[in-house]
């Protein structure tokens, strides 16, 4: 079965899991560009998108164009969503090469899990034409968007973003432009927790997984989603939250073992 119709041509701008679950989500509903910075990376892209439909049984509108011109992106979409890495630095950096290429009417939206939209807004040149579309991973399968608005937000960006999350089949909430928003201002401080008390105790991650699970009704553990997260994501958003990040993850970080996307977390994996 198709998607609701969308009344918006949507590019987005990413090549990891966010940026190729949302794509896979909007191409139920119509024509969707993806950026990606390189071939290889583009390449993995379309493979990861075609897997995700396939997984999920359904039907496109049309299928994702995926490419490496910057200017291709912008020029397609009325609706632009970055999906970078989790960086005010980069996003900045890729919003000012975009701008150019994007129409006037065109809403710039940032997947940022913890950096402030107001200061992305600004940063954009637009506020008028910019929200926080904050999606959860895996997009295929988590109904939530955390909208989140600049106070210069036009009504027709905000009446336009509602309407683009109710077509990708997602229930939208508006939430306050605080570190982390709702969602992980609450939960990055429990996952710690969790890497904490594994530490002190010796517990193996899925005995601690477990009892969240079958204890408490979590469809996953604390470690567990921490390695879907992807521990440099975790790190980051504790950062920029103030919670006060476990000495593991920063180990694990510096190791490289970033968790499912590197093969290795608190978890291995082939």
């Known amino acids: ?60 509108a049309a299928d994702v164009e995926v490419t490496t011109d910057l200017a291709r992106l912008g020029r397609h979409a009325s ?45 954009s040149g637009r506020p008028q034409r910019y929200a926080g579309l904050h999606v959860f991973n895996p997009v295929t399968k988590m109904d939530l968007v955390e909208l989140v ?30 570190p982390g928003f709702v969602v ?21 991650p899925a005995a601690v997984d477990s009892c969240l699970q079958l204890g408490a009704g979590h469809p996953m553990g604390p470690l567990a989603l921490l390695d879907l997260v992807g521990l440099d994501v975790a790190q980051s958003i504790g950062t920029t939250i103030g919670a006060d990040v476990p000495e593991r993850i920063d180990a694990l970080v510096a190791e490289g073992a970033l968790g499912r996307k590197t093969g290795r977390g608190f978890y291995t994996y082939t």
Request: glycine share 8%; aromatic share 6%; hydrophobic share 45%.
């Open 184 to 204: 992980n201002r609450l939960l990055f401080p429990f996952l710690f927790e969790a890497v904490r008390l594994r530490e002190e105790t010796g517990l193996e």
């Open 149 to 178: 608005f600049p106070d210069a937000a036009s009504q027709d960006t905000r009446d336009r973003s509602f309407a683009l999350c109710e077509a990708l089949g997602k229930t939208a909430v508006e939430v306050p432009d605080l």
């Open 79 to 123: 609706y632009l969503v970055e999906a970078i890495v989790e960086e005010r630095a980069d996003k900045v950096a890729l919003i000012e090469q975009l701008t150019p290429h994007v129409a006037d009417d065109a809403i710039l939206s940032s997947t940022t899990s913890s950096l402030s939209i107001e200061d992305l807004a600004v940063a």
């Open 1 to 60: 079965m198709t998607g609701q119709s969308i009344n918006e041509r949507v590019g987005v701008a990413g090549s990891g899991a966010i940026a190729c679950g949302l794509a896979a989500v909007a191409a139920r509903g119509g024509e969707v560009v993806l950026w990606a910075r390189s071939d290889a990376s583009a390449e993995k892209a379309g493979a990861n998108i075609a897997k995700l439909i396939e997984r999920c049984g359904w039907e496109v």
